[in-house]
T-cell receptor, first 112, second 113 residues
Framework: GENVGLHLPTLSVQEGDNSIINCAYSNSASDYFIWYKQESGKGPQFIIDIRSNMDKRQGQRVTVLLNKTVKHLSLQIAATQPGDSAVYFCAENSGGYQKVTFGIGTKLQVIP | EAGVTQFPSHSVIEKGQTVTLRCDPISGHDNLYWYRRVMGKEIKFLLHFVKESKQDESGMPNNRFLAERTGGTYSTLKVQPAELEDSGVYFC???????????FGQGTRLTVV
């Protein structure tokens, strides 16, 4: 069935640099996308979301970009900090429910 | 305001035993979800409650899993009898309405030996 996948399982970034985490999705009917951050021993924490009628949305130090043409989603973290070290999941849903489909996650390692 | 809470945080049981996981959603959230992550795999949807009604249980793996949400408040997920492949982290999430992201609990790590 259709699912969301991630290009890179692990990403190492120097503290202070910008991070870009990518995600590909295959369900063309998806209309709502979410990025979650999961720290060790905790549940997924909502970071930012974007609807399919937008191609960019900004939060505090984070930006999500959506390219529906190629079914690609990315999360940009500005000035990456040690506290950003975690596993990041992109998730998508369609049809108005919160049943989301998760990718396998990308582990972000911040090098001090 | 308290977030989504799950109990227990860890559970180790023997194959064939029964385990019941509990989830307390954020107060006022009608939507409650169960997900699980088996080691090395992605987080998978199990089911969705709207208040006390099961809206979608398409992700429940088999009839050894039973979820309830009596009264539309907290929910329980019972595994009976547990099998080795049931080991993983079980997450509960809740949300206010449709079309918004859900808030997740810290998860229950279930180990079946």
């Amino acid at each position: 069935g259709e699912n969301v996948g991630l290009h890179l399982p692990t990403l190492s970034v120097q503290e202070g640099d910008n991070s870009i985490i990518n995600c590909a999705y295959s369900n063309s009917a998806s209309d709502y996308f979410i990025w979650y951050k999961q720290e060790s021993g905790k549940g997924p924490q909502f970071i930012i979301d974007i609807r399919s009628n937008m191609d960019k949305r900004q939060g505090q130090r984070v930006t999500v970009l959506l390219n529906k043409t190629v079914k690609h989603l990315s999360l940009q973290i500005a000035a990456t900090q040690p506290g950003d070290s975690a596993v990041y999941f992109c998730a998508e849903n369609s049809g108005g429910y919160q049943k989301v489909t998760f990718g396998i996650g990308t582990k972000l390692q911040v090098i001090p | 305001e308290a977030g989504v809470t799950q109990f227990p945080s860890h559970s180790v049981i023997e194959k064939g035993q029964t385990v019941t996981l509990r989830c307390d959603p954020i107060s006022g959230h009608d939507n409650l979800y169960w997900y699980r992550r088996v080691m090395g795999k992605e987080i998978k949807f199990l089911l969705h409650f709207v208040k006390e009604s099961k809206q979608d249980e398409s992700g429940m793996p088999n009839n050894r899993f039973l979820a309830e949400r009596t009264g539309g408040t907290y929910s329980t997920l019972k595994v009976q009898p547990a099998e080795l492949e049931d080991s993983g982290v079980y997450f509960c999430a809740s949300s206010q309405g449709q079309g918004v992201a859900a808030f997740f609990g810290q998860g229950t790590r279930l180990t079946v030996v």
